[in-house]
């Protein structure tokens, strides 16, 4: 196949900020995460668990549903915890821009 094939939905580039962090929960659960700061997602965070390799789009919305960190990085429900009490100091709120 060649390349002129495919047909593009989007292919841009943009500036990011990363931010490496590593910690160690209460229930000594280690977290490896890198967190990308970009200007797609209406301000949410790319959050990518270094260990496992499961990326998710997580905003302030996100952290609130029910299920979503569980789902999203397979862990229990007490490892979720610990991940989002961290999430809330990292993510800020959604911002709608189109």
Do not use: C, H, W
Request: proline share 2%; no cysteine.
């Amino acid at each position: 196949m060649q390349l002129p094939d495919y047909d593009f939905m989007s292919d841009s580039t943009e500036q990011t900020s990363t931010r490496f962090v590593t910690f160690i929960t209460p229930s000594l659960k280690r977290f490896d995460l890198a967190i990308l700061t970009t200007n797609r997602f209406y301000g949410k965070k790319l959050i990518t668990d270094l260990q496992s390799g499961r990326t998710a789009i997580v905003g302030q919305d996100d952290l609130d549903e029910e299920g979503y960190l569980e789902y999203a990085y397979k862990l229990t429900e007490e490892e979720a915890a610990e991940l989002r009490q961290f999430l809330e100091l990292v993510v800020g709120t959604v911002n709608f821009t189109d």
